[in-house]
């Protein structure tokens, strides 16, 4: 079965500093999608990021990037140069083409605390 | 900015209430979803919609009736919920479904009590 593991349920990250946050993923089916979504309190889902499983190159959005590791089955979400708003919850999601029938299967999440 | 739109963002009902959430977008995307977010989880699929009709339904209690009048609007008619119904309710598009190499966008959600 697919399955996305994040195995950070909170982390705290310094304003100005970068900052890792860990997303595994499970699949058999060799066509899939990774996003990044970023939730605040709001309760917004923002997209932030997304991979394709035969991209060459690891995705990148502004100060958002994905270090993609298909043999390892990671798609870790890189934020650089921390900012207060990005303080938020942040999910990791697979649509596998195949299994999922087009369904996004998320993560539980990390809370991502940033401070001044 | 999200270019998915829903309302009401906060709705308070009774359990007798009938109430409707509602979600628009003008992106052009012909696939728009349902997902329910209680405290803590992550978001669960609930409905999609492709090209205006009901392509899943997660095995939704039927207090919970979905409707896509046109391509760009959704609805959530509600009916006779109960407390745990209580959630976040996102509503989201993509261009296709299965929303193959594209990105699926969510609404800003719809903040339901049910007292």
Known sequence: AQKITQTQPGMFVQEKEAVTLDCTYDTSDPSYGL?????????????????????????????????FQKARKSANLVISASQLGDSAMYFCAMLDYGGSQGNLIFGKGTKLSVKP | ???????????????????????????????????KQKAKKPPELMFVYSYEKLSINESVPSRFSPECPNSSLLNLHLHALQPEDSALYLCASSHLFPAFGNTIYFGEGSWLTVV
Request: charged share 20%.
């Open chain 1, 35 to 67: 996003f990044w979504y970023k939730q605040p309190s709001s309760g917004e889902m923002i997209f932030l990021i997304y991979q394709g499983s035969y991209d060459q190159q690891n995705a990148t959005e502004g100060r958002y990037s994905l270090n």
């Open chain 2, 1 to 35: 900015d999200t270019e998915v739109t829903q309302t009401p963002k906060h709705l308070v009902m009774g359990m007798t209430n009938k109430k409707s959430l509602k979600c628009e977008q003008h992106m052009g995307h012909r696939a728009m979803y349902w997902y």
